[in-house]
C-alpha cells in the first residue's frame, strides 16, 4: 500500500498547530486564572502547587512541541528540498542504485503540497535535466528521468538505438564498456541541449521497432533512462485510461523537481554495509 507522506506531514501539521492554537486561546488562560485564584487564597502559595496548576496537558504539550518542527520540514520539503533514494539502476551511469539525491522543488515552479497546484511560475524543464515526477499512471510512485522530449517535439529512437529530436540525431560519442547482463554494455557520451551526460546500451537487449516516433504535446514531457536498455520510461508506459496521444507522456501537474545533487549511497542499507560518500557531487 503506498502511504502518501505529504498527506501526512500537512496532516500532522494542521492537528499539532490546532493543538497549540487551543492551548493559547482555552487553556493557558484558565491555567493562569487557577494560578491566580490559588494565589489570592494563600498568603504562601506552594511551588509545587504552582507547577501542578500551570502543567500542560499532555496532548497539548506534545502537540506544541512538535508544532514547529513538523512546520519547518513541511516548508524545506514542500517548497525547497527533497530528499529522495534510488530504487533501481534505471540512471546507471549517472545514478547508482542506492544513491541518496536532492531535489530542488521550485525550480519549476512552486507548488502547494499535496494538491500540487502551481501558484508560482519559476522555470520550465529543459532537455537533458534529470527530473523527478509522479509516475503518470499512478501518481504514488515517484520516478527519476532524464527530460528528452519538450512540448511539441518529435521524438525517434530507431532499431539500432539512436535518439533523434525533430530530425536530428542526437550527438553520441563511444566512451568504453563494461560487463552486461547479456554481453558487454557500452558507455556513450551524449549531448542533448548544453548537458553532457553519460548514456549506458546492451547492444543484445530490447530490439525496439524500427523508426518509433513519438510528438509531445503541449503540457507534457518525454522521458528516458540513462541506462537506456535497462529503464521503464516513456517508450513503453501504456495506460488504457490515458488518450493515445498522451501515452508515455508526464504532464506539467505530475513534475516534482529537478534533482541536483548526490548526498550520499548506501546501495545496501546493512550494519556491515555502511553508507558511504565517494559519489557524492553534482548530477549532470
Excluded at 509531445?216 to 495506460?239: E, I, K, L, Q
Aim: charged share 25%; with cysteine; glycine share 8%.
Amino acid at each position: 500500500m503506498s502511504i502518501n507522506f505529504p498527506l501526512l506531514l500537512v496532516i500532522a501539521v494542521a492537528v499539532c498547530g490546532f493543538l497549540a492554537l487551543l492551548d493559547l486561546v482555552v487553556f493557558a488562560p484558565r491555567r493562569r486564572a487557577a494560578i491566580a485564584n490559588y494565589e489570592g487564597q494563600t498568603g504562601e502559595p506552594d511551588q509545587s502547587t504552582l507547577d501542578a496548576l500551570n502543567k500542560e496537558p499532555v496532548l497539548i504539550e506534545y502537540g506544541k512541541s512538535f508544532f514547529p518542527v513538523l512546520a519547518i520540514v513541511l516548508v524545506l520539503r514542500s517548497f525547497l528540498i527533497e530528499p529522495f533514494q534510488i530504487p533501481s539502476g534505471s540512471m546507471i551511469p549517472t545514478l547508482e542504485v542506492g544513491d541518496f539525491i536532492l531535489v530542488n522543488k521550485f525550480a519549476y515552479g512552486i507548488r502547494l503540497p499535496v494538491v500540487d497546484t502551481k501558484i508560482i511560475e519559476v522555470s520550465d524543464p529543459q532537455r537533458g535535466d534529470v527530473m523527478v515526477f509522479r509516475y503518470p499512471s499512478d501518481p504514488n510512485i515517484n520516478y527519476i528521468k532524464r527530460v528528452i522530449g519538450l512540448p511539441g517535439d518529435v521524438v525517434r529512437y530507431s532499431s539500432d538505438k539512436r535518439l533523434s529530436i525533430n530530425g536530428e540525431l542526437v550527438p553520441e560519442k563511444l566512451i568504453g564498456e563494461e560487463p552486461g547482463s547479456l554481453g558487454s554494455a557500452k558507455l556513450y557520451q551524449e549531448k542533448l541541449g548544453e548537458v553532457e551526460h553519460l548514456i549506458r546500451k546492451e547492444m543484445a537487449r530490447y530490439r525496439i521497432e524500427p523508426n518509433r516516433e513519438w510528438r509531445v504535446p503541449a503540457g507534457h514531457y518525454f522521458m528516458m533512462g540513462d541506462n537506456r536498455d535497462n529503464s521503464n520510461d516513456s517508450r513503453y508506459w501504456h495506460d488504457a485510461a490515458i488518450p493515445a496521444e498522451f501515452a508515455g507522456m508526464v504532464p506539467d501537474r505530475n513534475i516534482v523537481g529537478k534533482a541536483f545533487a548526490v548526498w550520499m549511497s548506501w546501495p545496501d542499507p546493512k550494519f556491515s554495509n555502511l553508507p558511504h560518500f565517494s559519489r557524492v557531487g553534482l548530477i549532470h
